[in-house]
């Protein structure tokens, strides 16, 4: 049935150390997001990904970067990570065509990342 | 660029009596408007979304919303919760016209049903 796989549910890191956070889905999905969830600040976007290799910066990019080397993979990477990293990270995807901008977003379960 | 304001953070209710989640919107072009649930340790689900047409729209689980263009607001309804509808509930926008269908959200709101 799923669609949208968040490899990890649950990391522990360390400051300063890289960090992969990986995104797969399986409905052939142009478009790709990631999101961070704090409480109280709702869904912010960090990157979104329109097709492979493609990439644009969302409302909170800094200290983030993303790779899409394959239309079902978007991989959100944190060069060096930070206490103020730590959050629930949502990745999501959504066809392109139809009208535009009204397609609907197939979240991931999240991945909650600790930077100790 | 567009804004989400979602005016509860938190909404306690008692089983079986009506809710009312509130959010406005603020957008320099037109938008389509979401409605999303997440409950707890799951990623988040589409409720229902406003597109073009009626006003009142209906989703899943019992929930409406209503789409009020004077006053920019997209309130979400239902007139008897039950302790399932227990979760977080987040209200969104999309500008009309951008392929890639890129949310911006509201700051969510918790729901939680008493018995």
């Given at each position: 049935d799923v669609k949208v796989t968040q490899s990890s549910r649950y990391l522990v890191k360390r400051t300063g150390e890289k960090v992969f956070l990986e995104c797969v889905q399986?409905?052939?999905?142009e478009n790709m997001f990631w999101y961070r969830q704090d409480p109280g600040l709702g869904l912010r976007l960090i990157y979104f990904s329109y097709d492979v290799k493609m990439k644009e910066k969302g409302d909170i990019p800094e200290g983030y970067s993303v790779s899409r080397e394959k239309k079902e993979r978007f991989s959100l990477i944190l060069e060096s990570a930070s206490t103020n990293q730590t959050s629930m990270y949502l990745c999501a995807s959504s066809q392109r065509?139809?009208?535009?901008?009204a397609n609907v977003l197939t979240f991931g379960a999240g991945s909650r990342l600790t930077v100790l | 660029a567009q804004s989400v304001t979602q005016l509860d953070s938190q909404v306690p209710v008692f089983e079986e009596a009506p809710v009312e989640l509130r959010c406005n919107y603020s957008s320099s072009v037109s938008v389509y408007l979401f409605w999303y649930v997440q409950y707890p340790n799951q990623g988040l689900q589409l409720l229902l979304k406003y597109l073009?047409?009626?006003?009142l729209v209906k989703g899943i689980n019992g929930f409406e919303a209503e789409f009020n263009k004077s006053q920019t607001s997209f309130h979400l309804r239902k007139p008897s919760v039950h302790i399932s509808d227990t979760a977080e509930y987040f209200c969104a926008v999309s500008e009309r016209?951008?392929?890639?269908?890129k949310l911006t959200f509201g700051q969510g709101t918790i729901l939680t049903v008493h018995p």
């Open positions: 399986d409905m052939d999905h065509g139809g009208l535009s901008g | 073009s047409g009626s006003t016209g951008t392929s890639y269908g």
